[in-house]
């Protein structure tokens, strides 16, 4: 078998393998990537119009539980290591308690793809129930 020397800790590796140094690197860009976005213009916009499309409402307590309450986190639905492109996306992003934010975590570890249908799900209902009356106050305003 041929070695090289990876660049960043000299440990021996097989040629056209990565170092495992190289997988932390990456994770950690990741981590910095993440970290810039959160405090971002291109995050405070679209945490904003997140927020606005509910109207500040955590819609998985109002159409789940029948409870009406304003949301505390912008959750992404797809997260942003698997879906970074998808990071300021009105149809990624929803407004939830911190109760459910953490319980939504909790269930994308059994089914992670059922879980994010439901949710895509609810803010289409919520837009199709309340999206016209969010365009009418928005001509009111304007007009």
Known sequence: MIYKRCLRCHKRIPVGEHCRCYDRQRKQQGRIDADQF???????????RA????????????????????????HHIAP????????ADPDNLIYLTEQNHRLIHELY????????????????????EYGAL????ANKLSG
């Open 38 to 48: 959160y405090t971002s213009p291109e995050w405070g916009q679209a945490r904003a």
């Open 51 to 74: 927020i606005r499309r509910t109207y500040g409402l955590d819609i998985v307590a109002w159409y789940e539980h029948g409870e009406l309450v304003n949301g505390f986190t912008v």
């Open 80 to 87: 942003l290591e698997t879906a970074w492109e998808l990071r």
């Open 109 to 128: 570890k059994s089914d992670y793809t059922a879980v994010r249908e439901r949710l895509h799900a609810l803010l289409e209902r919520f837009d199709r």
């Open 134 to 137: 969010r365009k009418s106050v």
